[in-house]
């Protein structure tokens, strides 16, 4: 992984030399772990103009199930507690004669921008924008390989829930059982808070599990992921409880079914990402649900669970090869509930099979 974190840094400092920066400090969480390996919390990597330092609180300590830092990095940990790692990395480029430093401006806060200049005033600082971000969008097959561990693992998590008693027991209750399950089957952590919806709830984008219990004739709405070597995936799906689905589930379920599969089926090399967003959203839209829709069909996923590209309607770009995105759509009725469905899919060419379908749970309308 050593040349494979070198290479992502040389790719990086090409795009600072070309800006003219001789220098550039990395300070978001998942930018320094892309660019240097399992890191402690706080930690910033200094891009210098003579040396490459991950500048930490403090000393690192043993974290086999995290990994650790690239060791062709030199790590420098600051002398005293309570320091702030990314003014000290200013600090370190002034001393290695850098005359300009990229900052990730989206990142930092005022407050830290401020201490930086004040540290290094001979500095000028810019902005380095999003330029690891877009460097992260395209993964490699090690990182594809984590996704799909990750998504094999949500999967098992969702299957194991779906053979237990489910009416009666409450959103939250079924939330903790999922995350716990993930945990049991060699994840990391959640990717993200787990959302379970019954009843009026179901459908809804973002829900936050209450103490409502599962009842008979519910839809049961579950959306969630598993963080595997850092890198977390998605799954979404919609069941019915304890009978047979009412006239208006099976009709409501199989349009957010047809518009995910045409989603699922824009997928390619070269596609815009405000079409992918198109073919989902037509399909719902031409049923008269056009209001209430979400504001965007999916989204990347990597070190974040929401990451670039996203696949909405005023979406610039085209997807790539080897772009791991979701595909979730959905309709909410408020007061009945309503519907998502959501998988994790790796962009491929035609020639290779097209889109790789990460999430492979059965999104035939269950009746639990």
């Known amino acids: 992984m ?28 998942a930018n320094v772990r892309y660019l240097a390996g399992a890191a402690p919390q706080g930690s910033v990597l200094l891009l210098g103009k003579s040396e490459d330092l991950l500048v930490c609180a403090g000393p690192l300590d043993d974290r086999p199930t995290e990994g650790r830092p ?9 002398p005293s507690p309570g320091g702030d790692c ?3 990395a200013a600090g370190l480029a002034a001393a290695q004669g850098a005359e300009s430093l990229a900052v990730e401006e989206h990142h930092l806060t005022v407050a830290r921008h401020r201490a930086l200049t004040s540290v290094a005033p001979a500095l000028r600082l810019a902005d380095l924008g999003g330029a690891v971000e877009q460097l992260r969008v395209v993964k490699d097959e090690e990182e594809i390989s984590c996704l799909r561990i990750g ?5 098992q998590a969702l299957g194991e829930l779906l053979e237990s008693i489910l009416v009666g027991r409450t959103e939250r209750h079924l939330a903790l059982e999922l995350e716990r399950r993930l945990v049991d089957h060699g994840a990391d952590g959640p990717a993200f808070a787990t959302s379970v919806a019954t009843g009026p709830n179901s459908g809804r984008r973002g829900h936050r599990p209450t103490d409502r219990r599962v009842e008979e004739g519910d ?18 799906r919609t ?13 409501l379920y199989d349009l957010v079914f047809a518009a995910q599969r045409a989603g699922r089926e824009s997928l390619a090399p070269g596609a815009a990402y405000r079409d992918v967003d198109r073919a989902a959203r037509q399909v719902l839209g031409s049923a008269g649900y056009a209001e209430a ?11 974040e669970i929401d990451e670039d590209p996203q696949l909405a309607p005023a979406a610039m770009g085209k997807l790539d090869a080897c772009v791991p995105v979701t595909v979730e759509p959905g309709v909410h009725l408020p007061g009945r509930g309503g519907v998502r469905i959501d998988d994790t899919l790796v962009v491929r060419p035609e020639a290779d099979g097209g889109p790789e379908l990460l999430t492979i749970t059965t999104k035939e309308l269950l009746a639990l």
């Open 2 to 29: 050593s040349e494979v974190y070198a290479t992502r840094r040389a790719q990086l400092r090409d795009r600072c030399n070309a800006a003219g920066t001789a220098a550039a400090l990395i300070s978001r969480p």
């Open 70 to 78: 690239d060791e062709a990095l030199t790590v420098h940990v600051l």
């Open 86 to 88: 990314a003014v000290t």
């Open 151 to 155: 998504a094999e693992i949500a999967d």
């Open 219 to 236: 839809f049961l709405s579950v959306c969630l992921g598993a963080t595997y070597r850092g890198y977390r995936c998605e799954i979404g």
């Open 239 to 251: 069941f019915v409880i304890g009978t047979s689905p009412a006239d208006w589930q099976i009709e």
């Open 293 to 303: 829709l979400p504001p965007l069909t999916g989204h990347g996923v990597g070190l």
